[in-house]
Nanobody, 124 residues
């Protein structure tokens, strides 16, 4: 069992930056692949980024590649999502998730644990 708590969301103008954090408690954080997903009103939850257990492998949705960076600090039990050059279409609730699989996946159903989400709003 692992508990996830996101923070760092907010309102930002287009072109701005935000850094999301997801703090984990419970079982060994380094045992989990970590992912970030987002859900805009009226849309399905979509994959944003994922990172392997040792941070050696990172994955990004095409829509955020080159603008977002995922990282993790296993000593602090925290995963981060640095979001730069934000666009209005990035507006959504952002969720972090933990997966016990070895290789990160982009499918929400593959993830075992979820945080409560943090709102990101990008104004034009």
């Amino acid at each position: 069992q692992v508990q996830l708590v996101e923070s760092g969301g907010g309102l930002v103008q287009a072109g701005g930056s935000l850094r999301l954090s997801c703090a984990a408690s419970g079982r060994t954080f380094s045992a989990y692949v970590m992912g970030w997903f987002r859900q805009a009103p009226g849309k399905d939850r979509e994959f944003v980024s994922a990172i392997g257990r040792s941070a050696g492998n990172t994955y990004y949705a095409d829509s955020v590649k080159g603008r977002f960076t995922i990282s993790r600090d296993n000593a602090k039990n925290t995963v981060y999502l640095q979001m730069n050059s934000l666009k209005p279409e990035d507006t959504a609730v952002y969720y972090c998730a933990a997966d016990t699989r070895v290789v990160p996946t982009t499918t929400p159903d593959s993830y075992d644990y979820w945080g409560q989400g943090t709102q990101v709003t990008v104004s034009s």
